[in-house]
């Protein structure tokens, strides 16, 4: 089984090797419509970077500093 794993991984490299170097060659083309290089590689059934979702929600969330947060909190007055 492993040689079977380590085969495939192997085959994966060399096609993802190829489609990059077909990339490579279409941008030096000046090709209008090309997908992102990252779009091309990703593999049917791959789970979505987690990371790069949470980056996204970050960078949309407002820049609060805790001793704000903590005065802020302090203002209101509690539930009833």
Known sequence: MIETA?????LDRQDEAALTAAWLNACLQRAKKIPPLKKLLARPGDKTDIGLYLAGVKAGLPKVRLSDWQAARARTDPPE
Request: net charge positive.
């Open 6 to 10: 380590a085969a495939q991984r192997r």
